[in-house]
Structures are given as C-alpha cells and as structure tokens.
C-alpha cells in the first residue's frame, strides 16, 4: 500500500512553500539490490518545516537522512537538492550523478549526529563553531560575528572558550548544531540527536530545534522516540522502506493501525499500577542476606575536586532488583563499578556475593584479596556503557564463551552455558555470525549474553538500554524478569523510569554523588520528577549566572598572548639545550630564565605541580643514583659500599634539575597555549615542507583531530579493560596463552573503537563541508608575529646564546 | 588463515573506497579523502593513548617500560602502507616531546624502524607469510635502533659513560627489547585479521 504514498497527503499549505528537498521513486540497497533499505520512496522537504521521520531500527530512516543531505546517492529514481537536480535518470545512460551540483548542494545543507562526541574537531567551543564556516571560505571578518550568533542560537554564548570534550552529552550536541548552525544551511537533517543524551538533554534540543524552523530553516529531524515528534509540523512514519504514514503529528500519533507505531506505549509511568504480587515479594525477602551492603561510602576521581560519591548506603537482599536513577554525572556508573570492584573507595565499606571488597573487614593479604577478587568474578556480572563495544571474537558464540572459559569450566560447561544465554536472549540464529556483522542492538544483546553466560548470583547493568530501539529494548526487559525468576539478584542504572518501575524492589535517587531518596520505586521516581521540574524551572537562572562567571574571567597572561610558534619553538629549544648545562652558572642561569617565564604566565603552580607530579618521583629515583655511581671529588661519608662524594652531590643536583627544567617548561608551554594554537603553530612551521609534496594542511587536521580525541579513546580503553577483567581476562596473572588470549580481547575491541569513531568522524567532516586542499580554506584564527612576539624571541635568543656559548669562555 | 587484502594507500587518487555507486562525491574531493584523515587522526590518538598505558615487563631494568603503542604503527603499516606508518609514527609521540624531548625522538625512531621496513615487506608480499616476514624483519630493525639510541641517550640522564652502557646492552637492553618487539609482534599478528576485515568493511 505504501509504495505509492505520495505528497497528496500532506497538507495543503506546505505546498505554497518553497521545496529544498525532493525525492521520488528512490530506492537504495546496502548489498547490490538483493535486500532494499529504501523502496520506491517520495518525499518532498519545504523550506521552514519542521518534519519528523519516525520509524524502528532498520526501517531505512538512517539511510533516507544520508540521502536527504546529499552524503550518499541512492540506486534508482531522483534526488533534488535545494534546488539543484543531483541524481537523475537519463534515457540513454540511466541514472547519472553530479557530484559538482551535490557538492553545491551540501554547502546549504547542515547534519547532526547520533553520537555527539564524534563530531567535535577541535577542544575549544568556538573554534570548533569555526571550522565549517572555514570550509566554506567565509571571510574571517564575518565569522567573527556568525560563530557568536550560532553559539547563541544554542545557549552556549558563554562557554566560547571551553573545552567541548569535556562537556555533557546535551552540551555536545547543541555544540554540533551550533557548528552546524554557522553555515547558515537552508535544511538542516538531525539523524536521532537525542539517542545518546539523558531526558534534559533531550528536552532541550527539542526546544533548539522549534526556534530553528521560525528563522525559515528546514529540520528534518529522524527519531524513534514518539515524544520527539510531537512539536513537529509533518510526521512521517517509515517501514521497510516505505512511507507508510504522512500528516499531522495528531492525526498520525493517535492512529492505532501503524505497526511501527505500535512497539512503543506512550505511557506515564507514574499511573501506571505495579504488577501484582509484587509489593508481597518486597517484605517476602526483608530478612534474607545482603547480596550487597553499602555503607558510609565515598569516591572521588585522581585530580578532581569534587566527590564523585559521598557517604552512599544501600542494603540488597539476594534476589532483589535495584534500580538506581540520577541524571548524567550523578555517580551512577561509578556506583555500578564499585560494586564490581572495579575501583576501589576511598572509605566505607562494601560487601558484594558474601565477599568484603573494602572496610575493615577487607582481608589484609595479598593472595586473600586475590583470591575473594577471583571469587567475585564468578559470581557478579558487570554489563557495561554500551556493552558491545567490548566485542572481540571472530563467532558470536566464542565470544561469548570467553567469560566461562576464563572462570575455568570445561568446554561442555561452557557448551551449555553459551547455549543456554542464547537461548534466553532469543539469538541462537546469530552463533555463526560475526559481532561485527550484526545490528547495534543484536550486538548489545550478544554482549549481555557474554556476561549472563558466566552465570552470575549478582547482575550489574549501566544503562542497559540506552539508545536502544523499543524492540531491543522488550528483549533486555523479558531477559531480567527471567534471572529475577531464577533468583538473581539485579542492580541497574538507568535513566528510563519505566524499566526502573516495572522490575525494581527498590530504587536509590543521587544526585552530585549523593543519595537523594532511597526506597519504594513509585516514591523515588516521583522525587526524580521533582528535581527535573525544578531543575527546568531554574533553567534562565543558570543562564544569569554563567554570564556573571564569563566576566570573572581573567585576561590572558602575557605568555598566553604570545605567538604559539614564537612559543613552540623557543620552548622546544631551551628545553633540547638543557641538557648542555654543565656549570653552576649556566644552571643559575636557565633557573632564572624559568622563573621569569613562570612569572610571565602568571601560572597555577598548583596544576602544574599537579600534571608533573609523576615525573618528580622519576627524577628523585634518578637522583639517588646518580648520587650512588658518581665517586668523584671529596669524600664526604661511606656506609658499606655506597660512598657520598662531593661530586656525586653537583652530580645528582645538576642531572635533576636539567630534567626539572624540561617538565617544567614543558608543562608551562602546555598550559599557556591550546592544543587549537599549537597545531596551528605546527601547520606554519612546516608549511615549507609542503613544496615537497608532504600534505602539511592534512597532516595537521591530523595531530589536531588526534589531540581532541585522546580523552574519549583513553576512557574507552580504561572501560573495555575493565569489561573484560570483570569477565575474568587479565594480562596481568595466567598462563602465557591465557594472557595473549586477554590481550586480544582488549585490542581487538579498542581498535575497533578507533574505527568507529573514525567513522563517524569523517561523516562529520563531509557534512561540515572539509574538502582539504581543493578549497581555499579561510582561518579563524589569525598567526600575526607582533612586536611582544618579537622581542620574546630576541630574550630567548640571547638566553640559548649565552648557554651554548658560555663554555667558550 | 589467510591475510586478508587491504587497499595500500600510495597516493590519494587511488583512494578507492568511497568510489562506490553511492557516492555523492563526498570525503573523496580532497588529496586525502575524510575517512583517510579521520583514520589516521584515530590512530594517531590511540597510539598517544597507549603509549601512556606503560608498564615494566623486565623485572631486571623496571625503568624501561613496554607500551602497546607499536602495535598500533604495525597495524597502520599493514592497512595503509608505508607513508601511513611514518605518519602515525612520528604525530603519535608528539604529546612526549613536551614532557621528555629526547624519549619522544627516540620513540619515533624505533616505531618508524619498526613499522616502515614491516609495511614495506606486506605490501610487496601479501600474505601471512609476508607479515611474519615483515614483522620480524621490521623488529630487529627496531631492536637494532632501540640500542643505539639507547647508548646515546642514557648518557643525557644518568652520569655513566657511553662504554658503561655499552656494557649493559647484553643483560640489559638486548633482552628487554626482544621481549617487547616480540609481545608486538604476536599480537599484531593474531589480532591482524579481524581488524583489517573491520577496515575494509
């Protein structure tokens, strides 16, 4: 019936307006036309609508975005974009492609990640709003007025200066829309821009998204999530492939007989009555054993200031399901890893399964705490953040064996213990396939059954069914009821109250770390509800006050100001030369120089003493030896073989303090000069080589993309070895085969990590129109060498000239 | 098992993965296409990341310490050639000039030691038999680079002479260079496979 759903159903006041997008009798395939992703799909896009496309996974909406903002070409029938025919048939030589018409076509067209973390290029938030207008060869002068303007369009006007890789997920993504934003597109195409954030996050694109259409841009907004579609001003429902409804949000919404419709009730979770029976079980299990116990605990991570958990309690009874809420930050994941003794507390006490993990009753030998950590393994499981993201195997089946394989049973048990985990989650077809292969949510599933198959008394899931699609989603839930049938007990974060009300005994609010209602699940939730209404109610307060902090700021220092390559390379040198000092006059020299360059930074001791701090242990380790090997000059004591000599002291001093010197100056030159500056700098200072065809502009897109990607990798790495260590992998202990296995079980998954960010990344790229060397990119960011410049590196010149040449006389 | 093929990068117009019949001209127009530059970009970072995650394997020396980061140019050699490996070799040490300037040059040095010569052998010989080949031969150059810069730098930190720390390359150096070339070597050589398929998906 769908196949022939044209535009006839759309109301007829979009047709006086201009159309940006045309599609008709479009269909695409992924394998060559065996299976299509898209069939004989038409569709128009007006100019100033707001247009939902709702549809399940697989239901082609992905591919429908792709085409809408001129990334891919479909395989059959004709594309117009903005205006301009970009994919067409021709009589004699069937359907052509004009790439120059789409690539005119992109520059007006803007699009929006799933992922918001991807799409960020560099880690300051206004350079990053900078780097599609630079493609776009916009005039610096006018960038200096649209990346404020589209930074404001998004609320975020007064974090210009912040590194966006260390933002929330709802702040990522304004940012992306915002980037997106300065290049001033006639259509914008959203591809599930709420998947990944939390209910406020959520919230607030959406209202983003509302502003846009009255400034006369389109939004295509692609979602699964019903709530999402009804501000827009046209739905369309897609299946298969096909359009299968079209009109108004409340004509469609209501409509009952569209399946894809169907898989999600939109319903309160608040009126929504327990099943029944279970209020019973809740007392039923007051007085059996504590699967976990909490009590007075606290965390905080390396080098932050605040508590990520402060004094938590909580009592588990064995078979019990805990649900724990917050919004992102909260401390839930933290939680959830403490749990697993996967970090350890700074105090409190915890015991899980039987087994104190910290507090006073902690075993105080080595090969004990090894042993109960072994223990603790076999019996808690640890579903991780995106839990597919720690798959490895070449089969769906060997990786999920890899958890029982490590707690050592047999391949029979292990046999049966893959089986029966598939079995529960309904994808034993998949045993052959590869993780890789396999659908975002078939490989959560098969991620899961990695963990259940270790047959844990103890279950811990982080955000189980985050940007899942309602079908998955149904599975995971089916899932739980059964192990909570079978008597395990369940702890799980989630930020999705239904899941949290339909299984758990009891739910726990925090809120910065702490716990803010810890009880029966309808009372919590509804405390949860509170804090977001008063939370969204403050909402233009918050905005008064970040402005407030935006003028407390202080002016740069005169270090900060300075030319970064001015910087790069006068640092570089003194730091390279400091291992020529070899007199007490050079060295009082350069220590000068230091100072003043410190006091030129006006910079925070304190942080930079923090980001050294590792390498002074070094230099104290080094000191001592060579205060031991060096037996020149005076002696001055002996104790045994080790004797102190006057010039193992100059020995010891001078080495350490040349190395004091380089980390120091290092860090100062870090801490004065953004990571934007210095592959700014490095791009100017090769610029030379590029006469010999080395692609310098290239090459530092590179180091600057690499630089703003550290972070998210280095979390990444740090969970997956985590995953893995919970399903009982080490490279630390076992026999040498045991540990190749556990290192390519962390490899394997981290490369694929990088490839998928990669990914995502060069979509990013596309869509903010880099087209490397073919365009002449304009900067927003001028290098200008001015007279303070200059004068620096004539100081500097003299200090490296009076070091090297100071031997001479 | 076999060595999958993989697309050896020499030039940007031989970028040929983008050139499918969807293709709307997007990520291709550049010398370097977008997915080479994101590619690259995260490599680079996950050789930074790793090369971080370090720790003594040589109970007899606990300053020298092994990192993962050579698996990573290995892999990169591998996948997209020579050019790509000395790319990821040289940016991937970057962050280490500003905290130990002569570490970070000499880490460079090894990793282009290591992960050029292997790149080269794969392209000419793509098989299983070629990254074996390619791998040894790429990690006794590195061996052969870690020594000597070794014999050069240690002087620079601690008050030996450079005879002295010639005298340590035997029970020293020798064996915890092979020891780590050889952990780079085995893994990159199990976990090839998987990952190229995942490249050239």
Not at chain 1, 71 to 77: K, M, N, R, V
Not at chain 1, 181 to 198: I, R, S, Y
Not at chain 1, 619 to 627: D, G, K, R, S
């Amino acid at each position: 019936m769908a196949a022939s759903m044209t535009e006839s159903a759309v109301p007829a006041s979009a047709d006086s307006k201009a159309t940006v997008a045309r599609l008709s009798q479009v269909s695409f395939s992924y394998d060559g036309g065996q299976t299509w992703a898209l069939d004989h799909l038409s569709m128009e896009v007006h100019a100033g609508e707001h247009l939902c496309i709702l549809g399940a996974n697989g239901s082609g909406k992905s591919t429908l975005g792709s085409i809408l903002s001129g990334a891919t070409a479909p395989d059959q029938g004709q594309v117009e974009l903005m205006g301009r025919a970009v994919c067409f048939d021709t009589p004699d030589q069937g359907r052509q492609i004009d790439t120059e018409a789409y690539r005119q076509a992109r520059r007006s067209i803007g699009m929006v990640f799933q992922n918001p973390e991807d799409q960020i290029v560099t880690t300051v938030v206004q350079d990053d709003v900078a780097f599609g207008p630079e493609n776009l060869s916009i005039p610096r002068q006018k960038m200096l007025s649209c990346v404020p303007a589209a930074l404001k369009q998004v609320d975020l006007q007064t974090q210009m200066n912040d590194d966006p890789t260390r933002m929330s997920g709802g702040q990522q993504q304004r940012l992306a829309l915002a980037g997106s934003l300065a290049m001033n597109p006639g259509m914008m195409v959203l591809d599930e821009p709420g998947a990944m954030l939390d209910a406020a996050g959520r919230q607030e694109i959406q209202s983003i998204l509302c502003r846009l259409t009255t400034q006369g841009t389109a939004v295509v907004h692609i979602t699964h999530l019903l709530e999402q579609a009804r501000q827009a001003d046209r739905v369309l429902v897609l299946d298969h492939g096909r359009i299968v409804a079209s009109g108004r949000p409340d004509q469609i919404l209501t409509r009952k007989d569209v399946p894809a419709l169907i898989g999600k009730p939109d319903r309160n979770p608040l009126t929504q009555s327990r099943a029944p029976g279970a209020d019973t079980k809740t007392t039923a299990n007051n007085h059996a054993i504590a699967m976990v116990k909490l009590s007075n605990v606290s965390y905080s991570f390396p080098n932050a200031g605040s508590k990520a958990l402060n004094e938590v309690n909580l009592e588990l009874a064995a078979g019990q399901t805990l649900a724990i809420i917050g919004r992102n930050g909260s401390g839930k994941s933290t939680l959830a890893r403490l749990i697993c003794a996967l970090a350890a507390p700074d105090s409190g006490s915890i015991q899980v399964a039987g087994l104190p993990l910290a507090g006073p009753n902690r075993p105080k030998a080595k090969h004990l705490r090894r042993h109960n950590l072994k223990l603790l393994r076999q019996r808690v499981g640890y579903v991780m953040q995106y839990p597919e993201h720690q798959l490895f195997a070449d089969t769906v089946a060997q990786d999920i064996a890899y958890g029982p394989h490590n707690l050592g049973y047999g391949p029979e048990q292990v046999q049966h213990r893959v089986d029966d985990a598939m079995k529960l989650l309904g994808i034993g077809d998949l045993a052959d396939r590869s993780p890789f292969d396999l659908s975002g949510g078939q490989r959560r599933l098969v991620a899961i059954a990695g963990v259940v198959a270790c047959s844990p008394q103890l279950l811990v899931l982080d955000e189980v069914t985050a940007s899942l699609d309602p079908q998955a989603c149904a599975r995971i839930m089916t899932l739980l009821r059964v192990l909570h049938k079978r008597g395990v007990t369940i702890v799980m974060s989630t930020h999705a109250d239904r899941e949290a009300l339909d299984l758990a005994d009891q739910t726990l609010l925090l809120e910065h770390g702490e716990t803010l209602a810890y009880g029966t699940t309808a009372e919590v939730v509804e405390r949860y509800h509170r804090l977001l209404a008063t939370d969204a109610a403050e909402k233009g307060a918050t905005g008064k006050k970040a402005e407030r902090d935006q003028a407390d700021q202080k002016p740069l220092s005169l270090l900060a100001r300075l030319d970064p390559r001015a910087k790069l390379v006068t640092f570089l040198l003194a730091m390279f030369t400091a291992f020529a000092i070899s007199t007490p006059t050079q060295l009082v020299l350069a220590l000068m120089v230091t100072v003043g360059l410190f006091a030129a930074a006006r910079a925070p001791l304190r942080s930079i003493l923090n980001s050294v701090k590792g390498f002074l242990a070094l230099m104290l380790l080094l000191a001592l030896f060579n205060l031991l090997v060096t037996q020149t000059g005076r002696r001055l004591a002996a104790w045994g073989p080790f004797v102190l000599t006057t010039g193992g002291i100059w020995v010891a001093v001078l080495y350490a303090c040349r190395f004091m010197l380089i980390i120091f100056l290092g860090a100062l030159l870090v801490e004065t000069t953004t990571p934007t500056q210095m592959t700014d700098a490095c791009e100017s200072l090769l610029s030379p080589l590029s006469r010999l065809g080395i692609h310098t502009n290239e090459i530092a897109l590179v180091l600057s993309l690499a630089l703003r990607f550290i972070p998210t990798l280095g979390r990444e790495v740090q969970a997956i070895v985590e995953a893995q260590a919970a399903r009982g992998g080490s490279i630390e202990s076992g026999s040498l085969s045991q540990r190749l296995h556990a290192a390519i079980a962390i490899t394997v998954p981290v490369f694929a990590g990088a490839l998928r960010h990669a990914d995502n990344l060069s979509r990013a790229l596309d869509a903010r129109c880099y087209e490397g060397s073919r365009q002449q990119r304009t900067h927003y960011r001028l290098l200008r060498l001015g007279r303070m410049d200059i004068l620096f590196i004539a100081l500097m010149a003299v200090y490296l000239l009076a070091l090297l040449l100071h031997p001479l006389f | 098992m076999s060595m999958p093929n993989s697309h050896s990068h020499t030039t940007a117009n031989k970028d040929t993965r983008f050139n499918d019949v969807h293709s709307t001209g997007a990520g291709g127009s550049g010398r370097w296409s977008t997915k080479r530059i994101a590619v690259y970009a995260l490599f680079v970072a996950l050789a930074m990341v790793l090369s971080f995650f370090s720790f003594p394997i040589f109970p007899a020396a606990p300053w020298l310490k092994y990192d993962p980061s050579g698996i990573v140019v290995l892999v990169c050699g591998f996948a997209f050639g020579p050019a790509a490996a000395a790319i990821i070799s040289i940016l991937g040490f970057v962050p280490h000039l500003f905290t130990n300037p002569f570490g970070a040059l000499i880490s460079m040095i090894v990793a282009l030691a290591l992960s050029v010569p292997a790149a080269l052998v794969y392209r000419r010989m793509h098989s299983r038999k070629g990254a074996v080949i390619g791998i040894v031969s790429g990690a006794i150059l590195g061996v052969i680079a870690a020594i000597l810069c070794n014999v050069v730098i240690t002087p620079f930190y601690a008050h030996m002479s450079m005879a002295k720390v010639v005298a340590m390359i035997v029970p020293i150096l020798l064996p915890f260079n092979l020891m780590k070339f050889a952990i780079h070597g085995v893994v990159t050589f199990l976990i090839y496979k998987p990952i190229s398929t995942l490249i050239n998906k």
